[in-house]
């Protein structure tokens, strides 16, 4: 629960931001104090607004996570907030759309080299599948999902041949997902799209 600090200045919605910037990243709170020169018990404390930022503090933050500090006429704030949402919908589709053609392109890869594997040739199918889907990819955990699986699928592409096998389940349980995931898109209708998260252990 966010203290006194957070409520005597107004500083919730502030900290909010910082956070959900930090997860649309896929960051951990130890990724951004790397970046942002703090601690990770500092990042903590501003997202849950146990603290008074100084300015010099908020700036490192804004500039870690690519955001711009900008003191905005009470009058134009409705404005402003729009063209931000819409410039955040945009950004998010176009990521979304290049992490998916990625993963595609790896799971291409990956089939050529196993051609045997009946669950890469799953992947690869499937996400051929997600493809006109591309925009309603997003959500931090979608993503991280996402993320894990693009590790996943570099690290099978770099294995000696050798080893694959004992790196089998991981794929498999990414294919059973990515195919929940297409079934979840494809047949639910637009106001009830699913939200996807694998656990961390898988």
């Not at 004992?166 to 995931?181: E, F, N």
């Amino acid at each position: 629960m966010q203290n006194k600090i957070s409520k005597r200045y107004g500083l919730e919605s502030l900290t909010e931001v910082i956070r959900q910037a930090r997860l649309t990243k896929s960051w951990s709170q130890r990724d951004l104090s790397a970046r942002a020169h703090l601690t990770q018990a500092q990042i903590s404390r501003i997202e849950n607004g146990e603290v008074d930022m100084q300015v010099s503090t908020l700036i490192e933050l804004a500039r870690s996570l690519d955001l711009d500090l900008q003191l905005v006429p009470k009058t134009a704030l409705v404005a402003v907030e729009a063209a931000v949402r819409s410039a955040e919908e945009r950004s998010s589709e176009r990521s979304s759309r290049n992490l998916l053609a990625t993963l595609r392109r790896l799971a291409e890869e990956a089939e050529k080299a196993a051609p045997e594997r009946e669950d890469i040739a799953t992947i690869a199918s499937t996400l051929r599948d997600l493809e006109p889907h591309a925009s309603t990819l997003r959500g931090p955990f979608l993503i991280a999902d996402m993320e894990r699986l693009k590790t996943n699928l570099e690290g099978l592409l770099t294995y000696s041949p050798a080893s694959r096998p004992s790196r089998a389940k991981t794929i498999r349980d990414a294919a059973a997902w990515l195919k929940q995931l297409r079934n979840g898109l494809v047949h639910a209708p637009p106001a009830e799209r699913p939200a996807y998260s694998l656990d961390d252990e898988d």
